[in-house]
């Protein structure tokens, strides 16, 4: 078996895990649904082995990359180091949500179901080389989502959460496909390798047409990754959704939609890099600027990490904007920096929440420092990596990325990504700051220690972002080798 195949029996391993947790959940008693969650966990554990396999085969080393379906799906290093991200996070998530969901009395198979089911989805963009199949790619992790969003069908706010994600990604999707349409009858293909040949030789309408469908995609593809003007939908989502779920698609979904822009853009489209740059970058400077003043006067945590998102968005589409080989590379350190800062983040989050209540509200978060010793030093350690402080991943991916953006000519928006990460200086040092108050709390009340499978999946989270921080050769390294250019 080639390492191209092992990568791909990575995806096939995922949507064959779906398949087995839909039929374990008729057999399963419905007080004991949480079984599934270790069935997930072992075919996610599956997927990682054949994974790091086709790494070790040469995947990720020499460049192999072979195209299976009709041409419709790629299994190349980007594939691979992306969908290795995706099944880490899931199965984080697994370690996390079980215990969320038994205290919110919402443990239900569909959880699990709907959670491997989005993950396929992001594991089949990543490694989707034809405009239709990203479209069915997005749609099987979109409608999980929504459906996830609003697993908290008792709460209005998760009811709401649910439904406005439906809608509006509902218009993001008609943007995309329309831009796909467009791009089709512009060159005659949905392949992007056929695209990405076809395009430079393109004139008058046809080349018109082309065009306006990649800003269209863009626009859509900028509704999934939560970046400004698109992001109306993200704080409302974020604040309502559980928060296990919050954790994996505040993620899986961005990191997603900014690999596929990469993979586009930068892969697909450089012919007409002169025009789509413009565009991308003012959507870039417009999220660093929009997330950091939103976020501001937030007094919700899951709120001011939606605005948060925002701007991270923006620093991630400077890579893209820097192109070339130092983008490309930097946006991939920096989209492995980001999965694991707020991961950890809302990680903290879950596990600091007591009985059926989210301790998101800012002020709650004081003395958890005292109260809770291990979360309160892991969310201060993924707030200050969030900030850029050294000598955290954080830091090290800004440098990245700003150094490319420098390096391309972009040093106006890489002025307006420094003055944004100043601002955000405050609204992540106030959260630090409040960790570490004295405690309004009487001794007496200490809280008990947290779930131990869910702390240990945060502290290994709050562990890389200091370890490939110190030592970020080592993600620099995978990156590498994993570019597309």
């Known amino acids: 078996m080639s390492a191209a195949d092992l990568g791909l029996l990575a995806l096939v391993i995922t949507g064959a895990t779906v398949m087995v947790l839909l039929a374990g959940d008729a057999f399963v008693p419905e007080d004991r649904k949480v079984m599934l969650a270790p069935v997930a966990g072992l075919g996610l554990l599956a997927a990682i082995v054949a994974g790091i396999a086709a790494a070790a085969s040469g995947i990720a080393s020499n460049g192999q990359s072979r195209l299976y379906f009709n041409d419709t799906v790629a299994v190349d290093s980007f594939a691979v180091f992306f969908q290795l991200l995706f099944l880490g996070l899931g199965l984080m998530v697994l370690m996390l949500a079980p215990s969320y969901l038994d205290r919110r009395g919402i443990q239900k198979g569909e959880f699990y179901i709907l959670l491997v089911s989005a993950l396929s989805g992001m594991m089949l963009l990543v490694a989707a080389t034809n405009l239709i199949t990203i479209f069915i790619a997005i749609e099987l992790l979109s409608i999980s989502l929504y459906i996830l969003s609003a697993f908290l069908r008792q709460q209005e706010t998760s009811q709401e959460a649910g439904l406005k994600y439906l809608l509006i990604g509902g218009f993001a999707s008609g943007f995309l496909l329309y831009g796909m349409a467009l791009v089709y009858g512009g060159v005659g293909s949905t392949s992007l390798p056929r695209i990405a040949a076809l395009l430079p030789r393109l004139t008058g309408e046809s080349r018109l047409f082309s065009l306006v469908g990649a800003a269209l995609i863009l626009v859509g593809l900028g509704f999934k990754a939560s970046a400004a003007p698109f992001h109306t939908w993200t704080p409302d989502v974020y604040q309502g959704a559980p928060l296990p779920v919050v954790a994996f698609m505040s993620v899986g979904t961005k990191v997603a939609a900014i690999a596929v822009i990469l993979r586009l853009f930068v892969g697909t489209f450089p012919a007409a890099y002169t025009r789509w740059s413009v565009l991308l970058g003012s959507v870039a400077a417009l999220s660093m600027i929009i997330g950091a003043v939103g976020a501001l006067r937030q007094t919700d945590l899951k709120r001011m990490l939606a605005y948060s998102s925002v701007a991270q968005a923006g620093y991630l589409l400077l890579a893209v904007v820097a192109a070339g080989r130092p983008g490309m590379v930097s946006g991939l350190f920096y989209l492995t920096a980001y999965g694991l800062m707020t991961f950890g983040a809302f990680g903290v989050l879950t596990l600091a929440g007591r009985g059926d209540r989210e301790a998101t509200a800012i002020e709650q978060l004081r003395g ?118």
């Open 368 to 485: 958890l420092g005292y109260r809770q010793p291990v979360l309160g030093a892991l969310l201060a350690i993924f707030m200050l990596s969030l900030a850029g402080v050294p000598p955290t991943v954080g830091f090290m991916g800004k440098l990245f990325v700003f150094q490319a953006a420098i390096g391309a000519g972009y040093v106006g928006l890489t002025i307006v990504a420094v003055v944004s990460s100043a601002i955000s200086l405050y609204y992540y040092l106030r959260v630090v700051a409040l960790i570490y108050a004295p405690s309004t709390e009487p001794i007496a009340e200490v809280e008990p220690s947290p779930e131990p499978w869910g702390t240990t999946a945060v502290a290994f989270a709050g562990a890389l972002t200091i370890l490939l921080g110190v030592f970020p050769g080592i993600l620099y390294g995978l990156a590498q080798n994993s570019s597309l250019l």
